[in-house]
T-cell receptor
Framework: AQSVTQLGSHVSVSEGALVLLRCNYS??????LFWYVQYPNQGLQLLLK??????LVKGINGFEAEFKKSETSFHLTKPSAHMSDAAEYFC????????????FGTGTRLLVSP | DAGVTQSPTHLIKTRGQHVTLRCSPI?????VSWYQQVLGQGPQFIFQ???????GRGNFPDRFSARQFPNYSSELNVNALLLGDSALYLC???????????FGPGTRLTVL
């Protein structure tokens, strides 16, 4: 079974500041991990994915995440926040073999102030 | 290339009615998954289909059913609607049900 915990339902940063959104996972098998972003009244857009290749994964819009097996973490970072980054961010986990369903965390709303 | 498309965009129904939601995957993708997203929560898995066969089902009642057609499009059906079925229903497609899934814009269902 898989599960995801996202620490902090809301994160506030100033424009230009570092963005750090936390995700810890639990999985009985080697996982695939994903970050998705959701803008108001829209579907989910894939930011990046870890599928057992490099542990540091670079995604779109300047985001990256590092898979740390020892810490069971997959935190999302961006060096400098932009106003357009304000959205809801979801971390998700799936098994890496066989039938794969995405199991999502409860989401973190990123607020960016000028 | 077109992304995942879903129809309708919005839908209002009353309790006890039936609803059908439709999804067309990205061209070349053979797997479709359905998720329910209740306001303020993360999406919850409902079904996954691959090559017209049900590959997995989430913890949803039998009022929920789905199918996939030869062109890989899919329908989600919900019978005997309850107020609690009000949610954003998301469709996601992938090449073969493994790896990354790409989501459509969703169908907002409101049950009155």
């Amino acid at each position: 079974a898989q599960s995801v915990t996202q620490l902090g339902s809301h994160v506030s940063v100033s424009e230009g500041a570092l963005v750090l959104l936390r995700c810890n996972y639990s999985s009985s098998v080697p996982p695939y991990l994903f970050w998705y972003v959701q803008y108001p009244n829209q579907g989910l857009q894939l930011l990046l994915k870890y599928t057992s290749a490099a542990t540091l994964v670079k995604g779109i819009n300047g985001f990256e995440a590092e898979f740390k097996k020892s810490e069971t973490s997959f935190h999302l970072t961006k060096p400098s926040a932009h106003m357009s980054d304000a959205a809801e961010y979801f971390c998700a986990v799936s098994a890496n073999t066989g039938f794969q369903k995405l199991v999502f965390g409860t989401g973190t709303r990123l607020l960016v102030s000028p | 290339d077109a992304g995942v498309t879903q129809s309708p965009t919005h839908l209002i129904k009353t309790r006890g009615q039936h609803v059908t939601l439709r999804c067309s995957p990205i061209s070349g993708h053979k797997s479709v998954s359905w998720y329910q997203q209740v306001l303020g929560q993360g999406p919850q898995f409902i079904f996954q289909y691959y090559e017209k066969e049900e590959r997995g089902r989430g913890n949803f009642p039998d009022r929920f059913s789905a199918r996939q057609f030869p062109n890989y499009s899919s329908e989600l059906n919900v019978n005997a609607l309850l107020l609690g079925d009000s949610a954003l229903y998301l469709c996601a497609s992938s090449l073969d049900g493994q790896g990354a899934q790409y989501f459509g814009p969703g169908t907002r269902l409101t049950v009155l």
